[in-house]
Structure formats: C-alpha cells, structure tokens
Antibody, heavy 120, light 108 residues
Framework: QVQLAQSGAEVKKPGSSVKVSCKTS????????ITWVRQAPGQGLQWMGG????????NYAQKFQGAVTISADRSTNTAYLEVNSLRSEDTAIYYC?????????????WGQGTMVTVSS | EILLTQSPATVSSSPGQGATLSCGASQSISASYVAWYQQKPGLAPRLVIYDTSSRATGIPDRFSGSGSGTDFTLTISRLEPEDFAVYYC?????????FGQGTRLDIK
C-alpha cells in the first residue's frame, strides 16, 4: 500500500504559490521527520527541508530558506510544502520522504512525487 | 556545505557483469552518514545502501557499499536487468544534507 501519498500534479502561473501535501499513517507521522526533495526535469535531487510533525520543528536548506514553508497537520497526518513566488525554474517533481526523528538518518520511504509546472 | 561529486556520469555494463560507482566528498565525512539511492524513470528514488555499507530492506546482496573519508563506492555485482537505473549518493549529516549529481548505469 502507499505509505506516503502525495497530492496530484499542479500547473501554476509565475508569481503564484503552490501547496503540495503528503499524507501518511499516524504511526509514521508520529515517529518520523518528513522531508522534501526537489527534482527538476532531467536533473538530480535537492534536499529542501523537513519537519518533525510531533513537535512542529522545521529545518530548511539554505537555498530554500524563505522561499518555501513546510508545515504539518497532526489531525490528518499530513505534511505540506508551500512554494511561494513561483518561477519557471521551480518546475519540478517534489517528493516527500520519511526519515528518523533523530538527525543523521537516510530517507527510507518516499512518496510518489508531485509534478509542479510553472508556466504562463 | 559538503559537496558530493559522482563519477563517472554514465557507466555502461552488461547483465551478469559488475559495475563500480564512485562518490567523492569535498571534505572528510563520517561513513555513518552516506547513502546510495536507485532511481528508475518515472519513479521515486529508493534507498539501496545506508551508513556506507548497510543494505536497505529488500536489497539483494549483489549490492555493496564501501568507503571512508572523502571516497565512497557502490559496487553492483552480477548485474540484473532491473539494476540499470540512475544512482545517487547522499550525505545526511546532522546539520546538512546533500546529494551527488547522479551516475547513470546503462546497459552495454
């Protein structure tokens, strides 16, 4: 079964925002850090940041600090990634992934990815 | 920030043969924080190796990892058709996380 279920593809105008969701089970939600990774078309993986849902603590990669907001809703076991002021360069697949609450752990479970296309 | 450089960009091999993929770090890093991921077209990455040399759940023993300091290696022996994919190394330190740019493993 799908353990990290992401929302569907989005097409957005430049300058707008997008909010991508990642829904999981209560067991995973309460024992994990949910992290976000971006992959531009034909490119590699970029870590964006993460959140420990049980305490709400967030951590952002320097490149994405201020440009994205990561949040979580404990009532629905869902994590969110909001990307603001979208540009064409933000066209990418956005993945959520699970890692340990303890820092310094690999990403052992991934969502299926959400394609975000930014186009006028 | 730790930078990871993977080489070669593309490696070609044949089913039944082996392949060696390299990942170099810009400074010495702990082997406890190095992973390898496999990504097939249209799919999310999949954890293959963590802590430099530990296989993830369900990964066959033809996959092995090694390394220390600034040089890390993923070795795949007896290649199966499903092994041809892009592989990324990752450093998942306690304060920063980075990926290499990837190595494509092609069928010769």
């Amino acid at each position: 079964q799908v353990q990290l279920a992401q929302s569907g593809a989005e097409v957005k105008k430049p300058g707008s925002s997008v909010k991508v969701s990642c829904k999981t089970s209560e067991g995973i939600f309460s024992s994990s850090t949910i992290t976000w990774v971006r992959q531009a078309p034909g490119q590699g993986l970029q870590w964006m940041g993460g959140i420990i849902p049980v305490v709400g603590t967030t951590n952002y990669a320097q490149k994405f600090q201020g440009a994205v907001t990561i949040s979580a809703d404990r009532s629905t076991n869902t994590a969110y990634l909001e990307v603001n002021s979208l540009r064409s360069e933000d066209t990418a697949i956005y993945y959520c992934a699970r890692t340990s609450i303890k820092p310094g752990a690999p990403f052992d479970l991934w969502g299926q990815g959400t394609m975000v296309t930014v186009s006028s | 920030e730790i930078l990871l450089t993977q080489s070669p960009a593309t490696v070609s091999s044949s089913p039944g043969q082996g392949a060696t993929l390299s990942c170099g770090a810009s400074q010495s890093i702990s082997a406890s924080y190095v992973a390898w991921y496999q990504q097939k077209p249209g799919l999310a990455p999949r954890l293959v190796i963590y802590d430099t040399s530990s296989r993830a759940t369900g990964i066959p023993d033809r996959f092995s990892g090694s390394g220390s300091g600034t040089d890390f290696t993923l070795t795949i022996s007896r290649l199966e058709p499903e092994d041809f994919a892009v592989y990324y190394c990752q450093y998942y330190g306690t304060s920063s996380i980075t990926f290499g740019q990837g190595t494509r493993l092609d069928i010769k």
